[in-house]
C-alpha cells in the first residue's frame, strides 16, 4: 500500500454513561466465560463464520496501516491430518528433548502433553502468518513495521470473534512452526504466528480451574 489517504469524516457512536458501563459490564462479563478449549466436537461449522471471524481481525490497527498478516482457514480432512502429525512430531521432540523442566513444571498442572488430537477433531484450523516484509508489485521488499504488535492484536480480535460469535478455540503455537509454511504452500515472506483448532465444545469438555489476575494485579494507575 503507498499514497496518500483522503481524509473522511470518522464514523463513532457515543453513548450515555450509563449506558456505556453496562455496555462495558456486559463485555467483561461475555469475555470472562472465555476458555481456551483442547476438547472439540466435529460439528460443522459453517464457513462464514470463519469469514466474519477473519474478516473481524482484520479490522485490526497496524503500524502504517500495512497489515502484516494473513490467514490460512483449513477444513479438508486429509490437510488437517497432515497438520497434526506434523505438529506432533514437534511437540513430540519439545516435551521429550528441547523442554527444560521449569518449562514443563509450568505446565504439568495444565495437564497437556505432545498428542493433539483437538487438530482433527475440530472442524477448522486457521494458521495466522505474519509478514516482516512485503513483496511489491515490482517484487522489491518492503519493510513492515510493528509487526508482532499489529499481528498480536490482530489475533486477539480473531479470538474474540469467535467467542462473541459461540465459537471455541486455542491458541497452539509448536516450536519450531515452519513446518506449517510448507504444507499450506506460503511464500517465504510469511511466519507461521499462532495456530487456531475452532469448532464447538465437545458435550464434556472440561477446563482446568484457573484464576485469572485481579485488577490491582495488572494495572497501576499513574505513578
Known sequence: MSGTYDPIPL?????????????AAQFYELMAQRRSVRDFSDRPVPRELIEDAIRTAGTAPSGANQQPWQFVAVDDPNLKQEIREAVEDEEKKTYEERMPDEWREALAPLGTDWQKPYLTTAPWIVVCFAEPYGIDDDGEKRTHYYVQESV???CGLFITALHHM??????????PMGFLRDILDRPDHERPYILFPVGYPAADATVPDVDKKPLDEIVQWNR
Open 11 to 23: 464514523n463513532f457512536t457515543e453513548y450515555p454513561p450509563e449506558q456505556m458501563r453496562e455496555r
Open 166 to 175: 459461540g465459537l471455541a478455540t486455542l491458541t497452539h503455537t509448536p516450536a
Open 152 to 154: 498480536g492484536i490482530a
